[in-house]
């Protein structure tokens, strides 16, 4: 099928269609190629102009946009590496949900916004991923969420592989009054990430209105910073960090009373393993049972054998008969041939014939 070609209208930007609207590829590739300067508050990040309208109706993703400025600051580095850890996050979350027993809903790039009181829009950003611990509350509806309307995410990811959120965006996040902020900056970096960039992942707690660095996470407990930069960052999911998520979900469960078995998934997996394990059982268990009495009869038979041969037997022969694993056909073998209880068990022994004196 042909493609229909997009209207720019003379004198507008190469990304702007004629009626005001933006096409993101044609903005993608403008911010790929733009050389021009970058906005201080946020570095990595190209600024374009973007009016309320355009804004409202833009679906991509922005680091911040203001409405007194006029202005949005478009990252501009959209590679994978920028993309894999968010994009990791929900696979991991799923483990610790199974585990802790009730849902935990990502959202993604969430276009988050504050209104003035007419309801227009004042502020807004995008996460590069949002965490919600009970969507049974409430789940996030519409096209946007609004601040001061809509719950906060428990946290809210985001990924600094050429950007800096601290010098900007994190005070927007604590004015806003956001719990949990998660900074990464992936292992494998990209050309144009600064030197002085290192690999690893900051968490950010709210405080009496300000960030704290947390070692470890309040929303998601025990799950520590060096635990969680590391899951972002490997395929396939390790052990140890399995054993983290499922710390982690424990945790979770313990605190709210829930656990893997009111997971579905989880427990539909253990009934199934339940009749399973049953079936095996009742099967392993009746092979057993027969197999028990066999070797019981067996043993009556021998040494009944011997008692009929007039074969003297010793206060713990029946003791050591029942310890005893031999073929049938060794041991009646041994009762009918044997001299004495010592002959008895040199022969099951598979030795010569014994004498009273090499009685075992």
Same mark, same amino acid.
């Given at each position: 099928?042909?493609?229909?070609?997009?209207?720019?209208?003379?004198?507008? =930007?190469?990304?702007? @269609?004629?009626?005001?609207?933006?096409?993101?590829? $044609?903005?993608?590739?403008?911010?790929?190629?733009?050389?021009?300067?970058?906005?201080?508050?946020?570095?990595?990040?190209?600024?374009?102009?973007?009016?309320?309208?355009?804004?409202?109706?833009?679906?991509?993703?922005?680091?911040? *946009?203001?409405?007194?400025?006029?202005?949005?600051?478009?990252? $501009?580095?959209?590679?994978?590496?920028?993309?894999?850890?968010?994009? $990791?996050?929900?696979?991991?979350?799923? &483990?610790?949900?199974?585990? /802790?027993?009730?849902?935990?809903?990502?959202?993604?790039?969430?276009?988050?916004?504050?209104?003035?009181?007419?309801? /227009?829009?004042?502020?807004?950003?995008?996460?590069?991923?949002?965490?919600?611990?009970?969507?049974?509350? *409430?789940?996030?509806?519409?096209?946007?969420?609004?601040?001061?309307?809509?719950? +906060?995410?428990?946290?809210?990811?985001?990924?600094?592989?050429? !950007?800096?959120? %601290? %010098?900007?965006?994190?005070?927007?996040?604590?004015?806003?009054?956001?719990?949990?902020?998660?900074?990464?900056?992936?292992?494998?970096?990209?050309?144009?990430?600064?030197?002085?960039?290192?690999?690893?992942?900051?968490?950010?707690?709210?405080? #009496?209105?300000?960030?704290?660095?947390?070692?470890?996470?309040?929303?998601? =407990?025990?799950? +520590?910073?060096?635990?969680?930069?590391?899951?972002?960052?490997?395929?396939?999911?390790?052990?140890?960090?399995?054993?983290?998520?499922?710390?982690?979900?424990? !945790?979770?469960?313990?605190?709210?009373?829930?656990?893997?078995?009111?997971?579905?998934?989880?427990?539909?997996?253990? &009934?199934?393993?339940?009749?399973?394990?049953?079936?095996?059982?009742?099967? &392993?268990?009746?092979? #057993?049972? #027969?197999?028990?009495?066999?070797?019981?009869?067996?043993?009556?038979?021998?040494?009944?054998?011997?008692?009929? /041969?007039?074969?003297?037997?010793?206060?713990?022969?029946? /003791?050591?008969?029942?310890?005893? !694993?031999?073929?049938? #056909?060794?041991?009646?073998?041994?009762?009918?041939?044997?001299?004495?209880?010592?002959?008895?068990?040199? $022969?099951?022994?598979?030795?010569?014939?014994? @004498?009273?004196?090499?009685?075992?």
């Amino acid at each position: 099928m042909a493609e229909t070609a997009l209207s720019v209208a003379p004198g507008r =930007p190469s990304y702007e @269609t004629a009626d005001g609207r933006f096409d993101e590829d $044609r903005l993608r590739e403008f911010v790929e190629d733009y050389d021009g300067p970058e906005d201080p508050d946020y570095p990595g990040c190209i600024p374009i102009p973007m009016t309320l309208e355009q804004f409202d109706d833009y679906e991509g993703g922005v680091e911040y *946009w203001s409405r007194e400025r006029g202005t949005a600051l478009i990252c $501009r580095d959209g590679s994978p590496v920028h993309e894999i850890p968010g994009g $990791r996050l929900p696979g991991l979350l799923t &483990r610790v949900e199974m585990e /802790r027993g009730s849902p935990i809903l990502c959202c993604g790039a969430l276009k988050m916004v504050t209104v003035d009181g007419a309801g /227009r829009t004042a502020e807004g950003m995008h996460p590069d991923q949002s965490v919600y611990l009970r969507p049974g509350v *409430w789940i996030p509806s519409g096209r946007r969420t609004v601040i001061g309307r809509d719950p +906060r995410p428990d946290v809210v990811l985001e990924i600094d592989n050429t !950007t800096d959120v %601290r %010098r900007h965006k994190l005070g927007v996040y604590a004015r806003w009054g956001f719990p949990e902020v998660w900074v990464e900056t992936p292992d494998e970096p990209t050309p144009s990430r600064p030197r002085r960039v290192v690999p690893g992942l900051t968490i950010y707690v709210l405080d #009496q209105g300000d960030y704290r660095m947390s070692a470890e996470s309040v929303a998601l =407990p025990t799950w +520590r910073a060096h635990e969680i930069h590391a899951a972002l960052n490997e395929a396939p999911i390790s052990p140890s960090t399995i054993e983290c998520l499922v710390r982690v979900g424990r !945790t979770l469960g313990d605190r709210d009373g829930t656990g893997p078995m009111d997971d579905a998934q989880i427990a539909g997996y253990m &009934r199934r393993s339940h009749d399973v394990g049953h079936r095996t059982g009742f099967a &392993r268990g009746l092979e #057993q049972g #027969q197999e028990t009495a066999r070797r019981k009869a067996l043993r009556y038979a021998a040494t009944e054998t011997l008692r009929l /041969r007039g074969i003297p037997l010793s206060e713990d022969f029946d /003791r050591r008969l029942a310890e005893t !694993t031999i073929s049938p #056909q060794t041991l009646l073998t041994a009762a009918q041939r044997s001299t004495t209880e010592a002959d008895f068990w040199a $022969r099951l022994r598979g030795g010569q014939p014994g @004498t009273d004196e090499g009685r075992a």
